[in-house]
């Protein structure tokens, strides 16, 4: 029986008895060959529904996965548990992938994990279509839609695993998905036949809470005051996640910032203190949160709205996932409705500003017509956007445009990569060889360790190739660049930064084609995402059940959220409620108001006055109890 042999392995790996609610599900479905997507909710044990019918099927199995992080995650808690797991990403492979391969090959290793962009590498295609896979997964598959808020062009590639191995079974593992998303992941992956598996969504510990208030940020600190623990505040940008902090930090609370314009240490640094309980709170953009497992956050604040109702509940979902107690509150403000239909407008300017950015980038770097093909450029936006004479927005809005009809990547390359080519003809490349100075020393080495180096530019790593030669990491540098003014080799030293990668030879400005059609689609896709939101702020409905009908699914009225709260307590209850509180003992005015009973603050003091009025209660100082009759 394999469910029998399934629960075996589940034992004597993980220690549990029995799977929780879907995971067998998707189990029986990717053990019986079914291409299959799972949609499970963050926390939900998606990472079993591949890790246990791997281990019971013969072959290796690929997971693509979106974040480096992420990887680093799966493979520790793999490894941990005696299981042989490999991550295949240019930070862990020192003998380059040629070899990182032949290790896995001699040591069995079961699970690879690799990102999107390591299948345009022809050596590693070759090396899936030579060996048996029992299984492909793609994590976080929603990033492969476009409709799904994480949209990757690269992810868009995947399917070239379906080419390699048409027989293999594919599973695709997302938190949200909305029926659109489900349908083009589908699609997109090429599955053979639609087999969509739908997890236990409902998150009963958590509060939904909405509210307006044109004082977020007082809001924001009663909220922490009251409900402590570890939290996470989203902004929408680096600068208010700045601003934020900065103010936090004025009213006593210990807090910081977390934003992709950090320092890859510092990042890392505040992460795990965060991670750790040492700093409780952290004010965070979008770039926070994808892979970070932390099972006791106890409340997610949302101070901006953020672009979709999907990135809004992934978001949100990272509180309470220890199954307590948890608070997920948006605040917004008058302002914030047209600020998000303003974005939307902004963001797809009209196709022709697109075509001039084009063009203009083109004359930037000075690339002209039929080339620029395959060319990396080094790129500063605010320079190029002065270049065009141009505010800062809308070019890095058409340049995003660019980007997903896939005529330029933007890259934001947290790890800068150098590229090299050993030039010389074959017999002076002996020659050198033969001698014993450095040199040779270093030609020796990067022929052993960059495979593919005499044929075409590869990547290097100064610091590996230092490692492997034991010099230090400058003279290494200089002995490379020395070759390179020799003309034995070309080296392209990358610094950190922002490039720009140029899919294809440019073109005159009017024949570029921007399909009108589809980008007529994306621009409606995205009016409509930001009209959702909207809807979801003022909607009087339950706000579970208002998310999970967006998601196309089920679900009861939660009894926790604002709304239902609200219904709880209606105006003509809420003297009742307060005298009833009121009779335990005094409270001070801040506490009612973070009362989520008493969500509906105007309406709370309203009563108030008219209870004080008529003598029922007493107030001094902002203490309020009841009058003694
Ligand atoms: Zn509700």
């Known amino acids: ?106 040591t069995r290793t079961k699970f690879i ?47 070239i695993l379906r080419e390699c191995k048409p027989e293999t079974p594919l599973l695709a593992l997302t938190a949200t998905a909305t029926e659109q998303t489900v349908d083009d992941i589908q699609q997109c992956l090429k599955f053979r036949k639609a087999n969509c598996i739908r997890g236990e969504f409902e998150r009963k510990n958590i509060k939904t809470l909405v509210i307006k208030d ?121 302002k914030d409705k047209e600020t998000m239909l303003r974005r939307v407008a902004m963001d797809y300017p009209d196709i022709e500003i697109i075509k001039q950015v084009y063009d203009k980038l083109h004359t930037y770097y000075k690339i002209p017509y039929l080339a620029g093909k395959n060319r990396e450029l080094p790129f500063d936006l605010a320079d190029f956007a002065n270049y065009c004479n141009m505010d800062k927005y809308p070019v890095y809005a058409s340049l995003r445009i660019l980007q997903r009809i896939e005529l330029l990547w933007l890259k934001d390359t947290e790890y800068p990569v150098s590229k090299i080519k050993v030039v010389p003809p074959r017999g002076e490349l002996l020659r050198i060889l033969e001698r014993t100075d450095d040199y040779s020393i270093i030609l020796g080495a990067l022929l052993r360790t960059c495979e593919g180096c005499t044929t075409e530019m590869v990547r290097l790593h100064e610091e590996r190739l230092a490692y492997y030669l034991e010099w230090s990491k400058e003279k290494t540098t200089l002995m490379l660049e020395k070759l390179h003014i020799t003309g034995c080799i070309l080296y392209e030293q990358r610094p950190k930064g922002h490039y720009v990668v140029l899919n294809h030879d440019r073109v005159p400005a009017k024949d570029l084609y921007i399909p009108p059609q589809y980008y007529k689609d994306l621009k409606q896709r995205a009016s409509e995402k930001a009209k959702a939101m909207i809807k979801y702020l003022e909607s009087k409905h339950c706000r579970q059940q208002f998310l999970f009908d967006y998601f196309g699914m089920k679900a009861n009225e939660c009894g926790e959220c604002d709304i239902c709260l609200k219904n709880l307590v209606k105006p003509k209850q809420m003297r009742g409620v307060l005298i009833e509180i009121l009779k335990e003992g005094e409270r001070s005015l801040d506490s009612l108001m973070c009362d989520e009973r008493f969500i509906d603050n105007k309406e709370l003091i309203r009563i108030l006055r008219i209870m004080l009025d008529r003598g029922e209660i007493r107030l001094q100082g902002d203490i309020i109890s009841l009058a003694r009759k």
Request: charged content about 25%; glycine content about 6%; overall charge positive.
């Open 113 to 159: 994990f690799i990102s999107p962009e390591r299948l345009q590498n022809k050596v590693f295609i070759d090396y899936i279509k030579s060996v048996k896979v029992c299984l492909f997964v793609v994590d976080e598959a929603h990033c492969i839609s476009e409709w799904g808020h994480d949209f990757r062009p690269e992810f868009r590639q995947i399917n």
């Open 1 to 106: 029986m394999s469910l029998d042999k399934a629960k075996t392995i589940l034992k004597k790996y993980w220690a549990y008895d029995d799977f929780r609610s879907v995971q067998w599900d998707v189990i029986s479905s990717v053990l019986s060959n079914r291409d299959t997507l799972a949609l499970m909710p963050t926390g939900g044990g998606k990472s079993l529904c591949y890790q246990i019918p791997a281990l019971m099927m013969q072959g290796v199995c690929i997971i693509v996965s979106p974040l480096l992080s992420l990887m680093k995650d799966q493979e520790d808690a793999l490894k941990k548990r005696g299981l042989k797991a490999r991550r295949l990403t240019t930070d862990n492979m020192p003998d380059g992938l040629g070899m990182a391969l032949n290790s896995i090959e001699t």
């Open 214 to 334: 044109e004082e977020k940020l007082a809001r924001c600190k009663k909220i922490i005051d009251k409900v402590g623990g570890s939290g996470i505040i989203y902004v929408s940008t680096r600068m208010n996640a700045e601003k934020q902090t900065k103010s936090l930090q004025s009213m006593g609370l210990v807090v910081e910032s977390y934003h992709a314009g950090l320092s890859d240490e510092e990042r890392k640094n505040r992460q795990e203190r965060w991670k750790n309980g040492t700093l409780p709170l952290l004010v965070a953009t979008k770039a926070f949160g994808m892979g970070i497992d932390k099972a006791d956050v106890s409340y997610v604040i949302h101070m901006e709205l953020p672009p979709t109702l999907e990135a809004y509940y992934q978001e949100y979902g990272r509180a309470g996932r220890n199954g307590k107690e948890a608070y997920a509150v948006l605040l917004y403000d008058n």
